[in-house]
């Protein structure tokens, strides 16, 4: 089936495990169906050989019940030896351990297949929990990978130290094994005395560089990654380091057909409000890596996944939208609840222009709307909404009275000139593309149909052109 943004029937996509296999990208992924009580965590498997049709193949690795250290089965990975078999790690967690503050333990956990994994056979005396020194209730995420240099099997791990500030004890921490059976831990992979936890970890090489990529659980929440010439680092960070904003997490990759996918969820709501909190949780998304001269990378959407929203339309604008001391805006096109819609504005920003971008689902007037704004000056991109959500009786008192709130944002550096923005968006979910470098994901829960249209704020843009399916 063709799925832009996967979710399974009244469960929701969570961490993704990537693993490619002949000419399929297997995606693995945390099933979780938010039931109370909790009835465990199994893995789930989704394969695709395009990433624009998938085959849903149920449930692969089931929880262990009550009484297993893998009542919940959380996030790792999996890999193919040299003999054919594989081998899927996955992190064991049973509330039952919980003590006094309410924290239960993380195991490592280990199940092999010999059948081209149909099956997934569990090997429970294999499980081992945190090192000396660790923290026995952060020891998750393993990432497995060979190292041919080494001639070794490492294992990445989300990991706290015991001691140290609360909020700077994360760490990726290292085991190495010779059979994917017997682990040593060793010295830490990155320990930047920054973070509560990375979780996520995977490592990769792309060409000239190393790539790490990791999920910051702390106050940013978002999937980012760094650089290095050489597994040992040091782990540079880019400039704008993150694959997405705060609505897309826990991204994983692989390649396939030469090329880079991302693959996280981008989260649900409380609610299924515009309002609500962030939820764990969402809608399967995958954007593709491309990488640049010096090594940075840019994230945008998958030519083929655009192309399976419909038949295009192109225009040519040729028009201007100049309001040198104020705002201007005009509607564009209409979009209907449910149906997919893909839109892509080229402009051409003049003079010292502020402010442009696009109305979502916007009333007639522009008056009520979502928006995806370019802030040229503030070099950033964002997604806002009008009305917000209102508290106190006072004209002023909008959420909270937070001055220059906003929903979400993504830095980058902006210059005069020629720009694309690209908005595709299906029911609540919606992802906009700048330049075809910078991603931010979002959801639009409170109105579901309306005008999309384009707005300038001090300054000039020239339409160049008008790309639109659906």
Not at 111 to 126: G, R
Not at 136 to 157: A, C, H, I
Not at 433 to 447: G, K, T
């Amino acid at each position: 089936m063709n799925y832009l943004f996967y979710q399974p029937n009244e469960a929701y996509f969570g961490d993704v495990i990537p693993f490619k296999d002949s000419e399929y990208a297997y995606l693995f992924f945390l099933y979780e169906t938010r039931k109370v009580p909790k009835d465990g965590m199994p893995w789930h498997l989704v394969r695709t050989k395009d990433y624009v049709n998938f085959e849903d193949l149920g449930e692969c690795l089931p929880s262990g019940g009550t009484e297993k250290d893998d009542f919940n089965c959380y996030t790792g990975s999996v890999v193919k030896d040299d003999r054919g078999t594989y081998h899927l790690f996955y992190t064991g967690n049973n509330p039952k351990t919980a003590e006094k503050k309410g924290l239960s333990k993380q195991v490592v956990m280990h199940a092999i297949s010999t059948d081209n994994m149909h099956t997934w056979v569990k090997q429970y005396d294999w499980t081992f929990g945190s090192s000396a020194g660790y923290e026995p209730y952060d020891w998750r995420d393993p990432f497995v990978f060979y190292d041919n240099e080494m001639d070794v099997w490492r294992m990445l791990l989300a990991a706290r130290k015991k001691t140290g500030p609360d909020r700077r004890r994360g760490v990726t921490a290292q085991c190495i094994s010779h059979d994917l059976i017997n682990w040593e831990t060793i010295e830490p992979f990155w320990d930047p005395e920054r973070y509560i936890a990375m979780e996520c970890p995977e490592v990769f090489k792309w060409n000239d560089w190393w790539y790490f990529v990791y999920s910051e659980f702390s106050d940013r929440f978002t999937t980012q990654y760094r650089m290095a010439k050489s597994l040992n680092g040091p782990w540079i960070s880019p400039k704008n380091n993150s694959i997405d904003g705060r609505a897309f997490y826990a991204a994983k990759s692989l390649f396939l057909n030469g090329r880079r996918y991302f693959t996280g969820w981008i989260a649900t709501k409380e609610n299924e409000s515009d309002d609500g909190a962030w939820q764990w949780a969402g809608s399967m998304f995958t954007l593709e890596a491309a990488q640049n001269k010096d090594g940075t990378l840019s994230f945008f959407i998958p030519e083929e996944r655009i192309e399976s929203v419909g038949q295009k339309s192109n225009y040519l604008l040729n028009e201007r939208l100049i309001r040198a001391d104020g705002y201007l805006s005009t509607m564009i096109t209409q979009i209907e609840e449910k149906h997919p819609t893909y839109i892509k504005f080229t402009v051409n920003t003049k003079g010292e222009t502020k402010d442009w971008g696009v109305l979502l689902r916007s009333s007639r007037d522009g008056n009520e709307s979502y928006v995806v704004r370019v802030e040229m000056a503030n070099n950033r991109l964002v997604f806002d909404r009008w009305p917000r959500k209102k508290l106190g009786s006072e004209q002023w008192q909008v959420s909270g009275d937070i001055p220059y709130f906003i929903e979400l944002e993504r830095q980058v550096e902006l210059r005069q000139g020629t720009h694309s923005l690209e908005v595709l968006q299906k029911g609540s979910l919606g992802v906009a593309i700048l330049d075809n470098q910078v991603a931010m994901s979002f959801r639009m829960y409170d109105v579901a149909s309306g005008q999309n249209g384009i707005f300038v704020d001090d300054g000039e843009i020239e339409l160049v052109s008008l790309e639109t399916r659906g």
